[in-house]
T-cell receptor, first 114, second 116 residues
């Protein structure tokens, strides 16, 4: 069965430091790829997505992710962390179809130290 | 569009009581998902509907849980009887499925359920 692996349930960075959140999927067929963010006491909201075309995808709040087919990865990065980036981040994949179901990773909680 | 609407936002009930959570998906979306989120188990898919038909309910924990989607604009998740271990945040999400949406799911704000 397809799965999504997020390395590290908790990542801590200093303000201004690089943010790197890792996501790998298990499939020989490239899926659609998503990153969602969940701020405390809120629902999930889409940060960015990859469907086709350019493999480097830019999202909201300065985040970007690169789809690397050879590595089956879709890691999320941000050059300089801000205190407001503290949240939980979920990677998800979809294989299309009319039903729209996503397979979510277990999430990575990002802490940003002043 | 108002987005996915869930009610109530908070529910506190006593063990053994029936709980009904409600969801209104985004107009025009044809798939609806119910998730449960806890500290211990993270985000779990409970059930999803496509065109009002339940497609996969394998995530429903047990027979105490049931979900319905009587029409395209309304769904309920019912727990009867409720137990303290059902305490969690329940999210509803909807998507337009195939097409230009590429299955992006839109989440509601969630219902925080506490069973005493």
């Amino acid at each position: 069965a397809q799965s999504v692996t997020q390395l590290g349930s908790h990542v801590s960075v200093s303000e201004g430091a690089l943010v790197l959140l890792r996501c790998n999927y298990s499939s020989s067929v490239p899926p659609y790829l998503f990153w969602y963010v969940q701020y405390p006491n809120q629902g999930l909201q889409l940060l960015l997505k990859y469907t086709t075309g350019a493999t480097l995808v830019k999202g909201i709040n300065g985040f970007e992710a690169e789809f690397k087919k050879s590595e089956t990865s879709f890691h999320l990065t941000k050059p300089s962390a801000h205190m407001s980036d503290a949240a939980e981040y979920f990677c998800a994949v979809s294989y299309g179809g009319s039903q729209g179901n996503l397979i979510f990773g277990k999430g990575t909680k990002l802490s940003v130290k002043p | 569009d108002a987005g996915v609407i869930q009610s109530p936002r908070h529910e506190v009930t006593e063990m053994g009581q029936e709980v009904t959570l409600r969801c209104k998906p985004i107009s025009g979306h044809n798939s609806l998902f119910w998730y449960r989120q806890t500290m211990m188990r993270g985000l779990e898919l409970l059930i999803y509907f496509n065109n009002n038909v339940p497609i996969d309910d394998s995530g429903m924990p047990e027979d105490r849980f049931s979900a319905k989607m009587p029409n395209a604009s309304f769904s309920t998740l019912k727990i009867q009887p409720s137990e303290p271990r059902d305490s969690a945040v329940y999210f509803c999400a909807s998507t337009a499925g195939s097409g230009s949406s590429y299955n992006e799911q839109f989440f509601g704000p969630g219902t925080r359920l506490t069973v005493l």
